[in-house]
């Protein structure tokens, strides 16, 4: 294991620099549309200013602390966190307009740094000047590419190339050099995921972008309606969120980023003894995410009718909120259009923006 | 209780000007520290990136405009530097004074110490700033303080009181040895509370998570600790009969309990509110469940800079109450070992008819 670790570190050193002094492999991706390296330039590294008052090394000024250097969300403060600072590594992101499974656009992560996340530790940085958000922008895509090659090439070199038993002889080993089959393995790997991020970036969430909300939205009558669809089976927002929004409800349930090392390994999140091992590594000490309480509450994401409409229908990544299927007539496989914007106006409802 | 200023009346302490020297001093340095906080507050503390120059000028001589109409890191990491070399100008005439003027050689050494002292913490701003050092920035946070509390210490010691003659004002007051440990003990907490505070606020980006937790920890316990310890002198020393240390006790107190709540403040405006405090108990503190940390913002910054400045005054109190019951327990050790009991009533007799 120490072999794939110490290997792969140089195939990552080779391609993508270190997070102190980023690079972006060109030989792979000549045509870089998804960061600046200027950006990333200014991101990275330790802080520092210059004379017309631009900072230098925004990551370690403003982040670090809770997201850690390499982003794996085990920064020093992070322990004291719920949720815990989000792992970049995982590419998986929650408060966006994408699709589930996608990645985030720009947009998306801009929105978050500049609203910040209220109830847990994300600030917002809406008093940093706009090129500083869109450099950390940059440098959080970066983090994160860099971070899921990282570990998609570890888990290849374990699951394909026969790393982890007996030492490899060199010529076994994985090396980036031009003309060997590794190569290949290594720039699809990069190729892989940055593709998804540029994908990402062209859906123009067709449905939230030529959605906009009924007459009737936020009506009483409206409410009333999407009332009866929170507590109804198909939808079953009772069933996490209890009668109201009221919260409440104990479901014990972990958010993906801690399911990948406990339940996804076949390890129960509480037994101590099993998770050792990954404590030492820095891993954070499971714990249940709970569904919240809507009443009264303020969401993280934003009230705007079609982002909830979006949170309805795709839930939130890396936690049990569900979607729901929007289908033509509410079939009790899912909900219609129509009574999914009922439900937005009840959840609008419930924290008092009508 | 008697008032203070009849305990001093009449006593003409030496070299006045070292004594007066030093107190401005204290009032220079604290302003010094808040804007040092604001420094590292704000980051800025590479918004000069050369020394000992600002930007290729003298110190002195870096135009006025630009500093003041610059950016707001400029104006702060440069303003810091001037009254720091200010705060060195005070300390050489603080040694001319009292070469010149002050008879007890531990005193004169000990503001030769100052200088020194003020000199280091210069230099070790300088090389942060030019090796752009994060360790040295830390090193440079608790140099500050315990250069704070000499200051303190030397303008206690030249104070009339220090010279108030073993009278009865001085033969009614009673210090046990515990009044003593109690004000050395609190003396030792406060500045290892400003070292455990530096560690919080100066950690390195890849530190464990884990070490930090435990910093943290720390860092509350003691803070704990020292609230009680400063309710326990004040209990200890209300009856003890002398207002000079009664006064430093009540102001110790109220800055303690003042520092707790500005320390939770300090976390929540960079932290949060703890989620592993639980759920419920987050729901709990009204606001507390949808607070929403806003990075740089102004107000943040003053809650934070208050809990840095805070905590130096702790310990400039604690260092002024734990010299003058040293100086007390001194003068009534000098009473009770060299004259028997009723000697000393006698004394007190003579002594407060002369002063009658
Ligand atoms: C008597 C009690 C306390 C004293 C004397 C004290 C003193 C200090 C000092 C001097 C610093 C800054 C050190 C530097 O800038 O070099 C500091 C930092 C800090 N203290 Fe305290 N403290 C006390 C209690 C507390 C408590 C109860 C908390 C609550 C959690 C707390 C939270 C913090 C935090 C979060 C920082 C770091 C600030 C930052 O990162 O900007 N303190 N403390």
């Known amino acids: 294991m120490r072999q794939a670790e110490s290997d792969v570190a140089d195939v990552m050193r080779a391609l993508f620099g270190t997070p102190s002094e980023p690079a972006w492999p060109l030989e792979i991706l000549p045509d870089i549309d998804l960061v600046n390296l200027e950006s990333l330039r200014r991101a990275a590294g330790s802080v520092s200013s210059e004379k017309d008052g631009t900072h230098l090394g925004l990551f370690r000024e403003h982040c670090v602390v809770c997201h850690g250097i390499s982003g794996d969300g085990q920064g020093p403060a992070s322990q004291f966190q719920l949720p815990y600072p989000r792992d970049f590594r995982a590419g998986v992101f929650k408060w966006k307009l994408t699709e589930r499974s996608e990645k985030p656009r720009r947009e998306d992560l801009r929105n978050v740094l500049i609203r910040g996340l209220p109830g847990t530790g994300m600030p917002s940085f809406s008093l940093l000047p706009g090129e500083d958000i869109d450099a950390l922008v940059d440098y959080v895509i970066y983090l994160a590419v860099r971070g ?14 026969g790393y982890g038993g007996e030492p490899l002889p060199a010529e076994e080993r994985l090396v980036y050099k031009g003309d060997r089959d590794d190569a290949e393995i290594i720039v699809d790997t990069v190729q892989r995921v940055v593709q998804q991020w540029e994908s990402a970036q062209d859906t123009v969430n067709a449905q939230a972008k030529t959605l906009s909300g009924p007459e009737d939205l936020d009506t009483s009558s409206s409410v009333e309606r999407g009332r009866k669809w929170f507590h109804s089976k198909t939808a079953n927002c009772v069933g996490c969120h209890g009668a109201e929004g009221d919260g409440g409800i104990e479901t014990l349930d972990y958010d993906d980023w801690t399911k990948e090392y406990t339940t996804k390994l076949g390890i129960s999140p509480e037994d101590q003894v099993a998770l050792q091992p990954f404590r030492d590594l820095g891993a954070h000490k499971p714990r249940p995410i709970l569904p919240r309480k809507l009443r009264g509450g303020t969401l993280r994401g934003g009230n705007d009718p079609e982002r909830l409409f979006h949170l309805i229908n795709h839930g939130i990544a890396g936690t049990p909120m569900p979607g729901v299927a929007i289908v033509e007539e509410g079939d009790g496989r899912g909900l219609s259009e129509d009574q999914v914007w009922d439900l937005v106006s009840f959840l609008r409802s419930l924290n008092g923006s009508e | 209780m008697s008032s203070s200023s009849y305990l001093t009346e009449g006593i003409h302490p030496p070299a006045r000007t070292a004594h007066r020297l030093s107190v401005l001093a204290v009032c220079m340095v604290w302003p010094l520290i808040w804007v040092g906080g604001l420094v590292t507050t704000y980051d800025a503390g590479m918004a000069v990136p050369d020394w000992p120059g600002t930007y290729g000028y003298n110190l002195f001589l870096y135009p006025l405009d630009t500093w003041v109409l610059g950016p707001f890191d400029l104006f702060i990491e440069h303003g810091h530097r001037l009254l720091g070399a ?271």
């Open chain 2, 86 to 356: 200010f705060v060195g100008l005070v300390a050489i005439l603080i040694v001319i004074a009292s070469l010149r003027h002050e008879p007890r050689s531990w005193v004169r050494a000990l503001s030769v110490g100052l200088l020194l002292m003020v000199i280091c913490q210069g230099l070790l701003g300088g090389m942060r700033v030019v090796l752009s050092d994060r360790t040295l920035a830390m090193v440079h946070g608790c140099v500050g303080p315990a250069f704070f509390s000499l200051c303190v210490a030397v303008s206690v010691i030249t104070s009339r009181l220090w010279w108030r003659s073993l009278d009865g004002n001085i033969l009614s007051i009673k210090l046990a040895k515990s009044h003593l440990f109690l004000a050395g003990v609190i003396f030792a907490l406060s500045y290892t509370q400003i070292l455990l505070g530096a560690k919080v606020r100066h950690v390195l980006p890849d530190a464990l998570a884990a070490h930090f937790t435990l910093t943290v920890a720390m860092h509350i316990t003691v803070g704990m600790l020292l609230w009680l310890l400063s309710v326990c002198a004040f209990v200890g020393f209300r009856r003890c009969g002398d207002l000079t240390l009664f006064r430093p006790v009540f102001a110790l107190l109220l800055s303690v309990t003042l520092q707790m709540t500005l320390g939770i403040g300090t976390w929540v405006v960079n932290y949060g509110w703890p989620g592993i405090l639980g759920t419920s108990f987050i729901r709990s503190i009204p606001g507390a469940a949808e607070y929403l940390i806003h990075a740089k913002g102004f107000w943040d910054s003053v809650i934070v800079t208050a809990h840095v400045a805070v905590g130096s005054l702790i310990l400039a109190i604690s260092t002024m109450l734990a010299l003058r019951v040293i100086r007390t327990r001194h003068l009534l050790n000098q009473s009770t070992t060299t004259k028997s009991l009723p000697e000393a009533e006698n004394a007190i007799v003579s002594a407060s008819k002369a002063f009658s």
């Open chain 1, 148 to 161: 899921e090659v990282e570990r998609r090439l570890l888990m290849g070199s374990v699951s394909v190339m």
